[in-house]
T-cell receptor, first 114, second 113 residues
Framework: GENVEQHPSTLSVQEGDSAVIKCTYS??????FPWYKQELGKGPQLIID?????GEKKDQRIAVTLNKTAKHFSLHITETQPEDSAVYFC?????????????FGQGTTLQVKP | DSGVTQTPKHLITATGQRVTLRCSPR?????VYWYQQSLDQGLQFLIQ???????AKGNILERFSAQQFPDLHSELNLSSLELGDSALYFC????????????FGDGTRLSIL
C-alpha cells in the first residue's frame, strides 16, 4: 500500500550546521514530493517541492534531492538558524486528474541550538 | 499566511455530540482537502472535493461527512463523537484537482471530553 517512511524522528543540531531528513516512499507511481514545516499552533507550511522528472531543487538554504530508483528523497537545510526549529514533514502523491491526496511521513522534530 | 481560513480554531465538546468545521480555500483554488492530525497517526488524508464534487476518499469514518458549496467553501461534519476523535483537523486547498501544490490552513483543534 501507500506508505512514506521518514527518518530521523528527532534531530538536534548546532546553529550553523547542516540538517538532513530522509524519506522513503513505497508507491513507484508517486511523482510529486513536497516538504512542509509545521510550527507550534500552525498548519503545515509548504517550503519546497520536487517532481519526479527532476533530481534536485534548491531554494536558498533549502534543497531537496530525489532518487527515483531507490524511492528516496531528502531535505537538506544548510546554515541552520534557531528559527528553523519546527516539525518537518515529507509527503508523496501521484499526479492524476482524479486525486491529489498526500501521503505523509511521520515527521521530524528539528531543534537548532543557538 | 497561506490564505486558507479555518474556523473555529478550537472546539471543545462532549462524546456523542456533532460538530461542523468550516474551511475557506485560497482565492482561485477549486479543490479542498481535509486531513486529520493525531499524535499516534500523524497526518491522515480524509477527503477531497473539487469544484463542489467529491473527488477522493481516504480513511474517513462513516460518522464523518463533508461537502463543498457553490462558493467553494467546505464543511466537515463530525457526528456521534468519541474520545478518539480528539485531533487537529486541517483543510488544504489547491488550484486544480492534482493537489500540486496544496496549501494548508492553521487547523481546528477538536477536544472531546
Amino acid at each position: 500500500g501507500e506508505n512514506v517512511e521518514q527518518h530521523p524522528s528527532t534531530l538536534s543540531v548546532q546553529e550553523g550546521d547542516s540538517a538532513v531528513i530522509k524519506c522513503t516512499y513505497s508507491d513507484s507511481a508517486s511523482n510529486y514530493f513536497p516538504w512542509y514545516k509545521q510550527e507550534l499552533g500552525k498548519g503545515p507550511q509548504l517550503i519546497i517541492d520536487i517532481r519526479s522528472n527532476v533530481g534536485e531543487k534548491k531554494d536558498q538554504r533549502i534543497a531537496v534531492t530525489l532518487n527515483k530508483t531507490a524511492k528516496h528523497f531528502s531535505l537538506h537545510i544548510t546554515e541552520t538558524q534557531p528559527e528553523d526549529s519546527a516539525v518537518y514533514f515529507c509527503a508523496a502523491s501521484y499526479r492524476s486528474s482524479n486525486t491529489g491526496k498526500l501521503i505523509f511521513g511521520q515527521g521530524t522534530t528539528l531543534q537548532v541550538k543557538p | 499566511d497561506s490564505g486558507v481560513t479555518q474556523t473555529p480554531k478550537h472546539l471543545i465538546t462532549a462524546t456523542g455530540q456533532r460538530v461542523t468545521l468550516r474551511c475557506s480555500p485560497r482565492s482561485g483554488d477549486l479543490s479542498v482537502y481535509w486531513y486529520q492530525q493525531s499524535l499516534d497517526q500523524g497526518l491522515q488524508f480524509l477527503i477531497q472535493y473539487y469544484n463542489g464534487e467529491e473527488r477522493a476518499k481516504g480513511n474517513i469514518l462513516e460518522r464523518f461527512s463533508a461537502q463543498q458549496f457553490p462558493d467553494l467553501h467546505s464543511e466537515l461534519n463530525l457526528s456521534s463523537l468519541e474520545l478518539g476523535d480528539s485531533a487537529l483537523y486541517f483543510c488544504a486547498s489547491s488550484v486544480d484537482g492534482s493537489g500540486q501544490p496544496q496549501h494548508f490552513g492553521d487547523g481546528t483543534r477538536l477536544s472531546i471530553l
